[in-house]
């Protein structure tokens, strides 16, 4: 117990750690709940298969190398058939192993599609229950578990003829002591003469009755001892399948690499950001997700970036922090490229305030705090007040040491944005980075909302990216996207004169006279 808990232990410790080290992209291939099924089922499978090793394989050699010893010191010759009979089970044993792992692998990714439904079905309830789908979701959680299940109908059907095919064998190795040791036993029923006249044979190698009966337990005893090892070959058989998937993640390396030199502060006199022509493409061939992508963020500037679903916006922005690195061009931060940074050092001058509000359970202070544990109470509500998330903190019953339910479930979608965004601008970084995090809020809490980073956050370089051309219009700076494409770079009165794809997004959004006085100057 011991031995295999503290292998599993050590074991998920490491794949844990593994996995915090692997990049986003990685991540994204493996898929959330194959890595949650992987640290958890298989590595449970491998503790066991640990475990009955220690407990009863290890037994087993012991049993049958000592038994055939013995075989031999009684009679060399039917001993033979202990020699004879202990391949024949191992080719068993390899035969069914090697037909039984393509079922068990094929079995583990079940499991990683039925973590996956479970999840997407828990996840996603109140979205089951709009559309009454829940008899639908039942239908496909039992279609995964029966061909789970069929998956291991087959594994046992092949794994279930181990026992009875190695008894086969080791029982006709009986017959086959009996029958030849019955010869040298049967010289006790011949006539006296007969005896004299075969002393010399007997004096040769002939047995007695007990002989042939402890030649007989010994092929028992290995009988025995195979018998538990063919039961355990299931077991490490599944344990063989799950080894080769937590090899699989631990041999992954991530794309993202820190460099031995590294740089700790950049220039501060040089640009904030600056791309320089940078192409991206998510599975490393010809299909770009950002094609050549150059533009310069100064220091204390706001930077707004608008494009169409799909354009490239939350992929241009992940480049910043190197959550991807750049398949061609330069991405620097202060000067320097950003993969010259230690990924710490980087991650700390920039805070990023993603499209999908992550909350942990926790107090607020907690959530508040994961920006450095220095972070003082009154730090914190200056947030929550740049934020605008100060006047619904303060009626909450226990204010900072409110308590935040997994995910935020206890709060609406509005709050948690803002909650997100205080914890961003808590960390007091030089970039910060507002990934459409503001979809949930109203015009006038939006409004309020820039109007205060920009008023109390002046030093920082802020990104926003939003599909709200009014949440950007105010913007130092526009960035334009289409298809990873830039197709226009200005502010909001130069690209309403020279850029038809943002012309195109404002009169969704605007009145054609309220363009017309826009691009006229008119106020």
């Not at 202990?86 to 192993?97: E, N, S, Y």
């Amino acid at each position: 117990s011991v031995a295999s808990q503290g292998f599993g232990t050590e074991l998920r410790r490491e794949l844990y750690h593994h996995i915090n080290t692997l990049s986003h992209k990685e991540v994204d291939e493996f898929g959330t709940p194959s890595l949650i099924t992987r640290l958890t089922s298989d590595i449970n499978q491998l503790q066991v298969a640990v475990a009955m090793l220690i407990r009863l394989v290890v037994r087993a050699p012991f049993l049958v190398i000592g038994s055939t010893i013995m075989a031999f010191m009684i009679d060399v010759k039917l001993a033979l058939i202990f020699v004879l009979v202990i391949p024949l089970v191992a080719i068993v044993m390899w035969l069914v192993t090697t037909r039984t792992i393509p079922f068990f692998k094929s079995i583990q990714k079940k499991l990683d599609k039925t973590s996956l439904i479970t999840r997407e079905n828990l996840v996603g309830a109140r979205a089951v229950r709009a559309f009454s789908k829940q008899q639908h979701e039942i239908e496909r959680f039992k279609d995964n578990a029966e061909d789970i299940e069929k998956a291991a109908v087959r594994a046992g059907k092949i794994s279930a003829l181990l026992s009875p095919v190695n008894a086969i064998i080791l029982n006709l190795a009986i017959v086959a002591i009996i029958w030849f040791g019955g010869f040298s036993v049967n010289v006790g029923d011949l006539t006296q003469g007969q005896v004299i006249a075969l002393v010399n044979y007997v004096d040769q190698g002939i047995i007695t009755t007990g002989a042939v009966v402890a030649l007989v337990n010994y092929m028992n005893q290995i009988l025995l001892a195979l018998v538990v090892v063919a039961n355990l070959v299931v077991i490490f058989t599944k344990s063989a399948a799950c080894a080769a998937r937590v090899n699989e993640v631990l041999d992954t390396k991530p794309s993202v690499t820190e460099t031995e030199s590294t740089e700790e502060n950049g220039d501060s006199s040089a640009p904030a950001v600056k791309f320089d022509k940078v192409y991206f493409s998510y599975h490393d061939n010809s299909e770009y997700a950002l094609e050549d992508i150059s533009f310069t963020a100064d220091k204390g500037q706001t930077i707004g970036i608008i494009g169409g679903t799909g354009s490239g916006k939350s992929t241009l922005i992940n480049l910043i922090p190197r959550f991807y690195d750049a398949s061609d061009g330069l991405v620097e931060v202060y000067g320097t490229d950003v993969r010259k940074y230690s990924l710490n050092r980087l991650r700390k001058k920039i805070a990023v305030v993603p499209q999908k509000a992550v909350l942990f359970s926790g107090t607020i202070r907690e959530n508040m705090k994961w920006g450095g544990d220095n972070i003082t109470d009154e730090q914190i509500w200056r947030a929550l007040k740049i934020s605008q998330a100060y006047e619904f903190v303060e009626k909450l019953e226990n204010g900072l040491d409110y308590k935040i339910l997994q995910g935020g479930k206890n709060l609406s979608g509005g709050q948690k944005q803002r909650l997100t965004i205080a914890r961003a601008i808590a960390a007091d970084p030089e970039i910060l980075i507002l990934d459409d995090s503001a979809s949930a809020l109203d015009f006038a809490t939006d409004a309020k909302l820039r109007t205060a980073i920009k008023e109390n956050c002046s030093d920082m370089t802020v990104f926003i990216i939003s599909q709200r051309a009014n949440t950007v219009k105010n913007a130092d700076q526009i960035i334009v996207l289409d298809d990873g494409k830039t197709v226009g770079i200005g502010t909001h009165k130069e690209l309403l004169q020279s850029c038809t794809d943002y012309c195109q997004i404002c009169l969704t959004q605007f009145s054609a006279e309220e363009l017309e006085k826009e691009i006229n100057g008119d106020e």
